[in-house]
């Protein structure tokens, strides 16, 4: 035994020494690759024996040392993007099933969260298709980025190759499956939702640019997807699941940033109003805490030491500049040093305003995340690759990018160039810096294009498929789940109601299912689906009614002032009669949540003036009587308040065991109480003028008659059994 573990031993220990040799090789490939170029053949041999490292468990390293190797080569030898992703994807096809899941890349300062190692190359090669200019990444002087020679329209290029690239992943993965079996198919889709899931998970880190654009070209090819002239249903079908998700995550993602108080991103939403800083507290936490407040000389906001994570003693007494203002200061800085620089440019310098207003908040938080970026260096420059994918981005959406190129080039080295000038920055916490980058993905052609992709999930809902119709409106629910407030918009209640009425009872049901999930946390979004909720009611399908019927019990429960609640009562006491016995279960069940249940101690306890009925049972007596002035007569009243005396519509499980005496009893007492009640009121009116008196007594008597038709005993209390006959004799009269 002990032989085989010595054995074991120095095998393992051989291996380790290989890996690390093998790392070591992969790692001086790369370096030989950015200062020599190698023929295509080498080229070649070295993808292929990069990809091949990937199909090995337990190589984590190794395989992140072929991922840098793969990206350098994706980079520099644009020729072969083509074969570099179709190796990739055949190394996708070949993995395992057991491994097609396997998350053991870890995201960067992201504790907990890993994605696959495919995803994380894919993210990688997209960063490196956006064509940084080598004299750019090797730039090491502020001279030398102004010596970049490129046109005005390079960066929007750049940006196109990376749509390129990413058309051309997501195309071959989608001619797969339209060319695979079923069985096959099941499993490409299951390969599809795992990269959607880690693309994600990386979805507006700083670190991953990338994964928005590769979204983005996806949504695109999937909304065609899911159009009404697409002939692949399983295509079609997977389309709408996948645009479900990712259309959930950015209305996620919008509201998590409309409802964010960072002091920052309330800069970045007042763009175009009056700045508004709070007096005498921190901009930051918003605290009252006088001590230790330090204030910007630039834009005299007040800060805590330790809500910027610096210590006290860092900052200093005076000429102290919060980040914003640092970084306005940077970008002033960096294009004045353009302007009086460029060579060939001399003749059209003019002299930069030093008006911090010179940059739009939106540029200034763009250089926050730069900033952040630079100082997070990495061996590989993979940061610099970040960072000029962001530019181009920025770039291709500024209307005034064309006239000043070399101004984005410096930003991208805005360390390199202010590094004399005597700027420093703060760094920002991992956190702040994750909310930053939120917020600038809000303003991204992605985020932009929540309501295309919406859309064309609303379209799909009035499919003549059923299944299409369910799929859309499941996809729609998970958005709604992210923002309930979506039900509100007037073309989502249309197409919801819509289904309502649908062919198929179960997308009728999912429909109300929709609705009925978010009454509680906002009535005020179910009391516009009232009326079409009310008509379902009646509804030839079983599992419809009784959602109808849950949900306009909640509309009543959640809101003690609901309007319609008297319709609501009428409409569900008219299915205590229906065909299904579990509906009429439901409807007694109903009805005594709502007038038979003992309420809270505190309620029963407050009296009206000169009565013996808390105002608690007055109220629901009221409710009652309104209910039985809208129906033609008692019957049905009857009927429940028969079944709630015995609660009989309580589970059979329940019944089995036998009924709790003491709920029994409760029950009857609260039905005393009612029929009080309505003595009170009967007395009350008969004493206004007779016809007006006679006009209004009656839905009284009519109520109190089907509690005497049920149990007459209820008006014959044990504490004073004449009392109701003595009450009421005078008003008897004899025909």
Known sequence: ???????????????????????TVLGLLKDLLLIERLSDS???QLVKTSISTFLVDNIQLLQLKAIGLLSVIFYLYTQHRTYVLDEMLHLLWKLPHSKRALRNYHIREEEQRQIQMITALLIQLIHCSANLPDTLRQASSGNSVLEVSVDASYPTKCRNEVREACCLFWSRVLQRLASVKAQDASELKSIMENLVTDLLTTLNLPEYPASASILEVLCAILINNAGSNSKDFAARSMAIDI????AARLKRDAVICSREKFWVLQDLLSENAAPHYPKDTCCICLGGRIENLFICSGCNRLFHADCLDIKENEVPNRNWYCHMCICSKQLLVLQSYCNSQRKDDVKKNRKVSMDDSAFSNH???????????????SDDDLHIFICWFYLCTWYKNDPKSQQKPIYYFAR???RTIIRDSGTVSSMLTRDSIKKITLALGQKSSFSRGFDKIFHTLLVNMKENSPVIRAKALRAVSIIVEADPEVLGDKQVQTSVEGRFCDSAISVREAALELVGR?????????????????????DTGVSVRKRAIKIIRDMCSSNANFSEFTRACTEIISRVIDDESSIQDLVCKTFYEFWFEEPSASQTQVFGDGSTVPLEVAKKTEQIVEMLKRMPNNQLLVTVIKRNLTLDFLPQSTKAIGVNPVS?????KRCELICECLLEKI???????????????????LVLHAFCLVDPTLCAPASNPSHFVIALEPYLKTQ
């Open 412 to 414: 991208m080295k805005s």
């Open 664 to 668: 029994l009893v409760t029950v009857r």
């Open 683 to 701: 007395l009350q009116v008969e004493e206004m003028d007779s016809n007006e008196g006679e006009k209004h007594v009656l839905p009284y008597v």
């Open 1 to 23: 035994m002990f032989l085989v573990d010595s054995c074991f031993i120095r095998f393992s220990s051989a291996v380790n020494v290989i890996l690390q040799k093998l790392c």
């Open 243 to 246: 645009l479900g998700t990712i």
């Open 363 to 377: 540029e200034i938080v763009q250089q926050l995340l730069l900033n952040h970026l630079q100082d997070v260096t």
């Open 42 to 44: 080498c080229i070649l």
């Open 518 to 538: 978010h009454i509680a946390s906002h009535p005020d979004v179910g009391f516009k689906y009232f009326e079409k909720i009310t008509e379902r009611i009646k």
